[in-house]
Nanobody, 115 residues
Framework: VQLQASGGGLVQAGGSLRLTCAAS????????MGWYRQAPGKHREPVAG???????NYRDSVQGRFSISRDNVKNMVYLHMSSLKPEDTAVYYCNAVNREANLYWGQGTQVTVSS
């Protein structure tokens, strides 16, 4: 499985962005996809996740502001981010887990929120 993330950029506080993660390869085997982020000097942390049966989970700090969705035809996962805050600034990574519990990572995309 290969993952390609895009959509990051610079946005003012209160603004919105949509991140895209394009999956290729053995996408039929994926049963979970998610987004993580890593701010400078901090550990990588989970942001949102989506299972094949549609269950989602979000970290508390983004609940109600971020939304994860998936397009199975295009093999893409999206992270819709709104009401962005400076503390959302980080490199965002998408990941996927397949049926064999193998974990895959895409390259990061930088999100910078100015105050």
């Amino acid at each position: 499985v290969q993952l390609q993330a895009s959509g990051g950029g610079l946005v003012q506080a209160g603004g919105s962005l949509r991140l895209t993660c394009a999956a290729s390869g053995s996408v039929f085997s994926i049963n979970f996809m998610g987004w993580y982020r890593q701010a400078p000097g901090k550990h990588r942390e989970p942001v949102a996740g989506l299972t094949n049966d549609g269950r989602t989970n979000y970290r508390d700090s983004v609940q109600g502001r971020f939304s994860i969705s998936r397009d199975n035809v295009k093999n893409m996962v999206y992270l819709h981010m709104s009401s962005l805050k400076p503390e959302d600034t980080a490199v965002y990574y998408c990941n996927a887990v397949n049926r064999e519990a193998n974990l895959y990572w895409g390259q990061g995309t930088q999100v910078t929120v100015s105050s």
